[in-house]
């Protein structure tokens, strides 16, 4: 599995957008990235997930360069409940995983301030 | 909108004793796992089940675990002899083939 790189924490406003960029130099050609959000004491929560350029659904972005090493979660106006750990997976299975099991890093880390 | 419901929220257990965690997936699923995060650490994976058997387990999930899907809604998670450092926040998911993965909420384990 390609390993990947975020950085640990990030500090935002209420109404900024938030970029968190991930690292992945060694994906594969079949890997996929996807992204999930945990709150605490809750279990991670599917975000997005893509393969090349971009992806937009109602809640967030996903930029991929054509080169695929690495990958941009873009968050539009962020409010303090997008608080959260954010994680970065890739994997060959389509959501995020090797054979259907993901492999969580350690995340980034989102504050969100008023 | 269908959930995965675990049962229950909190467990507290002496060292040595078994506990079954439960978990009901969404209907519809064919594929489902645990997961487990020690306190301030990463979500680690334990075990995937397809088909009644296992499909896939990490070095974690060692002979102290067990699965089964002892029904048509039920998924449980057995440690037959728990240790102080099985203490964390235990995660069941589930999918359609090469779906995401739907987490429940957790049950938090806590061995003393």
């Known amino acids: 599995l390609a390993k990947t790189t975020q950085p640990i924490s990030m500090d935002s406003y209420e109404g900024q957008e938030v970029n968190i960029t991930c690292s992945h130099n060694?994906?594969?050609?079949?890997?996929?990235i996807t992204w999930y959000q945990q709150f605490p004491s809750q279990g991670p929560r599917f975000i997005i997930q893509?393969?090349?350029t971009k992806v937009t659904n109602e809640v967030a972005s996903l930029f991929i360069p054509a080169d695929r090493k690495s990958s941009t979660l873009s968050l539009p106006r962020v409010s303090l409940s997008d608080t959260a750990v954010y994680y970065c997976?890739?994997?060959?299975?389509?959501?995020?995983?090797?054979?259907?099991?993901?492999?969580f890093g350690k995340g980034t880390k989102l504050s969100v301030k008023p | 909108e269908p959930e995965v419901t675990q049962t229950p929220s909190h467990q507290v257990t002496q060292m040595g004793q078994e506990v079954i965690l439960r978990c009901v997936p969404i209907?519809?699923?064919?594929?489902f796992y645990w997961y487990r995060q020690i306190l301030g650490q990463k979500v680690e994976f334990l075990v995937s089940?397809?088909?009644?058997?296992?499909?896939?387990k990490s070095e974690i999930f060692d002979d102290q675990f067990s699965v089964e899907r002892p029904d048509g809604s039920n998924f449980t998670l057995k440690i037959r002899s728990t240790k102080l450092e099985d203490s964390a926040m235990y995660f069941c998911?589930?999918?359609?083939?090469?779906?995401?993965?739907?987490f429940g909420p957790g049950t938090r384990l806590t061995v003393l």
């Open positions: 998911a589930s999918s359609v083939p090469l779906g995401e993965q739907f």
């Open positions: 060694n994906i594969a050609t079949n890997d996929y």
């Open positions: 893509g393969y090349k």
């Open positions: 997976l890739v994997g060959d299975m389509g959501y995020g995983g090797s054979q259907g099991n993901l492999i």
């Open positions: 209907s519809n699923h064919l594929y």
């Open positions: 089940f397809y088909n009644n058997e296992i499909s896939e």
